[in-house]
């Protein structure tokens, strides 16, 4: 996570936006910023600089205190230094050179529109809101830059950046309130669609793990027993074993630099086929469906968290084995290093024959600067930073009143010469684990 801004300055007068596509990605040409952003209580008492380096990923430390002592970043109108003390009711400003990654150049489709709401597919790897390194590369910044620069959304569901599917945006605060309520108060079902790693348990799995946020920084979540309960009923769709073709060619595969005999066994997921799995989450969790499946044994293929055999381990934090092992503070620091020193690396991209096409194309720093402000630059992102295999397939009313329904994205459809459902019947097999839910939980 990079820098949230609150009341960012729009940086342009013109209209529409200035996105140019390129390359099947969707750019912005780089534009002057300023974030404001009043104190927040959990950074009272420190100094400027410690809440930057604790609370910002965009950009190096040394940047960052450079821009304190040049006059980039002020407190209240006034240039402020890196030992300035954060006080209740301060407003810190910084003005910079503004650089947006590139994100998908997918079409937002609409599903359906009346005078209330716009349902949309979400293209995966496109975040709803202006936030961190994103402002114009967003769902609501793209849709206002189709209509008009008076153009209001208001959402009434939220998606994770990777995350793909049904979304809604109503037109108006009080049919997003509506609607919100109704989401909240749980007379609405949802449904996700993932595609995980191996041979998911047959019949109805139900996993009750309740959730800890380890690092907002890093949008980091594990299964504690002192985080907050949660629940995920899943339902194998299809499974689909791998290729035998590719199995051969990887056994005459060398292996890779500083990988063990044993992890090449383990390794990977071809070896192990995959799954495609119904997911319903009764609570509503951040990373929920993604924690639950790892803790299963079944991490989403191409998860950059929490199916990365570099920050977990040859298990994948299945069952949080190594939980003393793998401590917070390790995978913490894994975590950071990753779209810096080193590239994503789920485990749908350890393939030897592969690796290094994805690590020359992955985003991480580049070590060239910006010509305008000396900022580093990162490289463009690689198709394992712009998607993940989990889908909002479907939001129903559980009176019946309504439901909308997404076609299934490309990677849950049977492989090429392989049979297996193209589209997923109704809820209702699955209701009854999700009514047995304790009413209290929240």
Known sequence: MAEAHENGSRPL???????????????????HFTYNTWCKERWRGRRLIDVFESEFRDRPLAYYKNAMETGKICVNGKPAGP????????????????HEPPV??????????????????????????????????????????????????????????????????????????????????RSVRKEYIARVIGNFPDGEVVCNQPLL????????????????????????LAYYPPCESRQKQDEKTPLALGEAPEEKVRSWARKEGYSIVRCLPVTGRTHQIRVHLQHLGHPIQNDPIYANQRVWGINLGYNDPDALENT???????????G?????????YHDEMVDEYYKRKAEKMSGELCDVCDTPLYTDPGLQELTLWLHSLRYEDAGGDWCYTSPLPG??????????????GGMEELVSAVKDVNPKIS
Not at 328 to 338: A, V
Not at 340 to 348: F, H, L, N
């Open 213 to 236: 946020q380890i690092s907002p920084k890093l949008g980091l979540n594990r299964v504690r027993a002192n985080g907050k309960t949660a629940r995920t009923v899943f339902k194998k």
């Open 411 to 424: 990677w849950a459809l049977p492989p090429s010469g392989m049979l297996g459902p193209t589209e997923v």
């Open 104 to 185: 998908a150049a997918d079409p937002i489709q609409i599903l359906h529109e009346d005078e209330d709401i716009y349902v949309i597919n979400k293209p995966s790897g496109i975040p709803v809101h202006p936030a961190g390194r994103y402002n114009f590369n967003s769902v609501i910044e793209i849709m206002k830059a189709q209509r008009s620069p008076d153009w209001i959304a208001y959402t009434c569901n939220r998606l994770d950046r990777l995350t793909s599917g049904i979304m809604f945006v109503a037109k108006t605060p009080k049919a997003a309130d509506r609607l919100s309520i109704q989401i909240k108060q």
């Open 328 to 338: 917070d503070e390790d995978i913490i620091t894994r975590l950071n290093r990753m």
């Open 83 to 98: 030992d300035h003390i954060l006080r209740n009711g301060e407003l810190v400003s910084h003005t910079i050179h503004r």
């Open 340 to 348: 810096k020193e080193e590239v994503a690396d789920a485990v749908a």
């Open 13 to 31: 007068d013109d209209w529409p936006s200035p996105y140019y596509l390129e390359n099947g990605l969707r750019r912005v040409a780089p534009y």
